[in-house]
């Protein structure tokens, strides 16, 4: 007959509570690796990147009597033509940015009407800098010249320019878009301006 590996000389109410300690020892541990594991090692793990995204931008075509109302901008390749455009800022819905932009670079209020189009570009520029913008086109209808004022730092002045003239000066433009924008309003290409639904705005920032 087998021999027990129980101390005979151990009374029998004491071998209960030996076994539970030792399972209760054995959770315990187990829960201590996991929680290590868990741990930090002593070393900051990395923050996560900001994540990416493109610059949101914004441009007008406002026509008048068949000419096109642009700007003229220094900018680090020189002289360039654009339709009057810029950043959307925080707080502001892209049609209010728009509005903004055009009254900023050329003192024209503007309505607008309706979407022509999204554009994504990315540019490499020669000093290494690159972006990635995205680019809302509005079409509307020109106002009334708001109050005289400065125009936004860079614009050197406004014209009016007839399609053709436009095209006749492409190595001119700001970006390929300027164009694109015009030939996709000239082809008829317009999307309501609820289109575009704004869910919410962040906190303006004071300007």
């Not at 129980?6 to 004491?14: I, K, N, R, Y």
């Not at 741990?39 to 931008?57: I, Y």
């Not at 220094?74 to 925080?90: C, D, F, K, M, V």
């Not at 990635?132 to 020109?142: D, I, Q, V, W």
């Amino acid at each position: 007959m087998a021999s027990s590996s129980l101390d005979p000389q151990q009374p029998p109410q004491a071998v209960a509570p030996a076994i539970q300690w030792s399972a209760s020892t054995a959770r315990s541990a187990a829960c201590e690796r996991a929680r290590q594991r868990r741990a930090p090692t002593g070393k900051m793990a990395p923050m996560k990147q900001e994540r990416w995204a493109p610059h949101v931008t914004v441009a007008a075509v406002v026509e008048r009597e068949g000419r096109f109302l642009v700007v003229e901008e220094q900018t680090s390749e020189g002289l360039r033509i654009n339709q009057p455009a810029g950043h959307l800022e925080p707080g502001e819905t892209l049609t209010q940015a728009v509005v903004r932009e055009t009254i900023e670079e050329t003192a024209h209020r503007f309505v607008p009407q309706a979407l022509v189009g999204a554009y994504l570009m990315h540019v490499d520029r020669p000093d290494g800098r690159a972006a990635t913008y995205l680019r809302f086109t509005f079409c509307g209808r020109p106002e009334p010249v708001a109050p005289a004022g400065a125009l936004d730092e860079g614009i050197v002045r406004t014209l009016w320019l007839t399609a053709e003239e436009l095209r006749d000066c492409r190595e001119r433009h700001r970006t390929p878009l300027v164009m694109r924008s015009l030939d996709d309003y000239l082809a008829g290409r317009r999307f309501p301006l609820d289109f575009v639904h704004t869910h919410s705005v962040g906190p303006s920032n004071g300007k």
